[in-house]
């Protein structure tokens, strides 16, 4: 037998060629195509029915057929394990560009809200970052020497010396076996490599073992510092307005609709002779 080759998307596939001579009445080849969805085929047999081999017995003819017939079976085996290879490469292609896609989205939704994830190795003792946390905090990997540091050192470094002893008490509750974290999450200072200092949200769930133990804790820090700043100024406001009201020498009164004292200066309290304004 000779072997000649055919064409698969471009890969070699080898066919048997059977020498001799064609009887002329019968066609000199049999030429064989096949097209499949989204695949290129086109592959190339002989007959054996139209081969004339002198002198050939009837069961030498049917061993080249059978040998044909096999070589076919198994060649149209490797087309299809080539197509679901390529389908598989394919959906393969798709889910990635699909969480490709949906890590970007991620990403703008977590610049959007100031958001940032964080990673505590309870058993190993050090807080996981990545770049995206430590550009939160003003600073890089090159600068921190790595992508992990100790607790003790991290908390040393970037929160705030009053917050720092209830945060390390959270952390160490973690590891009690009815600990939940906080639903309204924590609210610290984060002292930033820059000198700036950030007003956090940080929302924690815990993350355990076979036996219950919490192993890791997973977490985000929000930047709420301009929330804090508004309500900063909003309680100045209010300070001063009251401090206002207080030093002055007019009796002013506010009542409810039924008439009833709710609050006066201390001037009006003194000349209307009120010591309490809850009994008045």
Not at 93 to 111: C, N
Not at 175 to 185: F, I, L, M, S, V
């Amino acid at each position: 037998f000779e072997l000649v080759d055919a064409s698969f998307a471009g890969a070699p596939v080898p066919w048997i060629r059977v020498p001799g001579t064609v009887r002329p009445d019968s066609g000199v080849f049999w030429h064989y195509a096949m097209s499949l969805p989204d695949r290129e085929l086109q592959l190339r047999a002989y007959s054996a029915t139209n081969f004339w081999l002198p002198g050939q017995s009837t069961r030498s003819r049917l061993f080249l057929l059978s040998m044909l017939l096999a070589v076919f079976q198994v060649t149209l085996y490797v087309v299809s394990v080539a197509g679901r290879e390529r389908a598989i490469a394919h959906t393969i292609e798709q889910r990635t560009e699909q969480l490709a896609e949906g890590q970007r989205k991620l990403e703008a939704a977590m610049d959007i809200s100031n958001l940032v994830d964080w990673e505590l190795d309870l058993d190993a003792g050090y807080f996981v970052f990545d770049d995206r946390n430590l550009r939160f905090l003003r600073t890089d990997a090159l600068r921190e020497g790595g992508y992990r540091m100790a607790v003790a050192d991290w908390v040393s470094t970037f929160v705030h010396t009053d917050d720092a002893p209830h945060l390390l008490t959270e952390f160490a509750r973690a590891r009690e076996a009815d600990y939940e974290a906080p639903e309204q999450g924590l609210e610290l200072r984060l002292l930033c490599r820059d000198g700036t200092q950030l007003h956090v949200l940080a929302r924690y769930t815990l993350e355990r073992n076979c036996n219950g133990r919490v192993t890791r804790i997973l977490g985000t820090s929000q930047d709420i510092s301009a929330r804090k700043a508004v309500e900063m100024a909003l309680r100045q406001s209010e300070e001063y307005n009251r401090s206002i009201v207080e030093s002055s020498q007019d009796c002013i009164a506010m009542l409810d609709l039924d008439g009833r004292l709710l609050d006066m200066t201390p001037y009006g309290c003194e000349r209307m002779g009120i010591a309490d304004l809850t009994a008045a």
